[in-house]
């Protein structure tokens, strides 16, 4: 059965630290793989999404980057962090078009200080 | 521009109520709506909906599509405080591989 793994569940990071936060999929291969961010209250937001190693879109202009060097592996980075960047961050993977569930990671709580 | 519009945004119950949650859709090339519960961390996939009339059920939850006026409804009957979570449609346009999200509605069930 395929699993999904998102590290680290919580992070405290000071403004201008760099980020790095990992998903990995097992179990599956050739995932669509996301990365979403959730505020309190609101729905999610797409910040990144890939269909392939090395194919990355970004859907919101920001600090943000991520990265696939493998296929199954999906890292969501950033050189220096901002206060706005604090939120919930949560990887997903789905199978074919976009019209196939999603299947999310636990999530990373974000605090900048 | 795609749009899913979820209505309410938060409702309370007590235990043994029956909710039924809204999710209106405006997305180019339908073809699918998803349903996610989501507790305290990973939503978690609970229906996908394609077509119009056709109830899917899984216990003390169902849903239904109308492809006619564009909405989905969820319903959970005999609500329990296991039920308290976030519920979340989306949609995908047609050819896309990114569904739009609604806001959710959060559900808090009294015991």
């Known amino acids: 059965s395929q699993t999904i793994h998102q590290w680290p569940a919580t992070l405290v990071q000071p403004v201008g630290s760099p980020l790095s936060l990992e998903c990995t999929v097992e179990g599956t291969s050739n995932p669509n793989l996301y990365w979403y961010r959730q505020a309190a209250g609101r729905g999610l937001q797409l910040l990144f999404y890939s269909v392939g190693i090395g194919q990355i879109s970004s859907e919101v202009p920001q600090n943000l980057s991520a990265s696939r060097p493998q296929d199954r592996q999906f890292i969501l980075s950033s050189k220096k962090l901002l206060l706005s960047d604090s939120g919930f961050y949560l990887c997903?993977?789905?199978?074919?078009?976009?019209?196939?569930?999603?299947?999310f990671g636990d999530g990373t709580r974000l605090s900048i200080l | 521009e795609d749009k899913v519009v979820q209505s309410p945004l938060s409702l309370v119950v007590h235990e043994g109520d029956t909710v039924t949650l809204n999710c209106s859709y405006e997305v180019t090339n339908f073809r699918s709506l998803l349903w996610y519960k989501q507790e305290k961390k990973a939503p978690t996939f609970l229906f996908m909906l394609?077509?119009?009339?056709i109830e899917k059920k899984s216990g003390r939850l169902s849903s239904i599509l109308d492809k006619k006026e564009l909405f989905s409804i969820l319903n959970i009957t005999a609500t329990q405080t296991g039920d308290s979570a976030i519920y979340l449609c989306a949609s995908p346009p047609g050819g896309s591989y990114i569904p739009t999200f609604g806001r959710g509605t959060s559900l808090i069930v009294h015991p």
């Open positions: 997903a993977w789905s199978a074919g078009t976009g019209h196939q569930p999603q299947h």
């Open positions: 394609t077509s119009s009339g």
